[in-house]
């Protein structure tokens, strides 16, 4: 039984930091993809950042430089490390694991397999 357990999220006010875990159990880890997604109520979900096997990352342009996510395999662990954030960053935080066997990324969310239950984050001006 797949399970990604989110935890870290929280109440801040803009420019402060959080960093958000995702702990996978079930799954082969190791030659996933991952990825960050969040989703605001009434609003499409949209991808933040995503991790392949390999290691290579992208972001999304709202938060590229500010962001900053990875991966510990030992733990089978992803990390979300937020920073300056922003009141509109404010939403349902969400993590996403599929099998990607090659080196390769994945911002279709609709092709992940698995979610979380995920975390909240709400950032007060």
């Known amino acids: 039984q797949v399970q990604l357990v989110e935890s870290g999220g929280g109440s801040v006010q803009a420019g402060g930091s959080l960093r958000l875990s995702c702990v996978a159990s079930g799954y082969a880890f190791r030659t996933s993809c991952m990825g960050w997604f969040r989703q605001v109520p009434g609003k499409e979900r949209e991808g933040v950042a995503v991790i392949d096997s390999s290691g290579n990352t992208d ?49 279709d969310q609709y092709e992940y397999k698995y979610w979380g239950q995920g975390t909240q984050v709400t950032v007060s001006s």
């Open 59 to 107: 972001y999304a342009a709202s938060v590229k430089g500010r962001f900053t996510i990875s991966r510990d395999n030992g733990k089978n662990t992803l990390y979300l490390q937020m920073n300056s954030l922003k009141p509109e960053d404010t939403a349902m935080y969400y993590c996403a694991i599929d099998y990607c066997p090659g080196a390769y990324v994945k911002w």
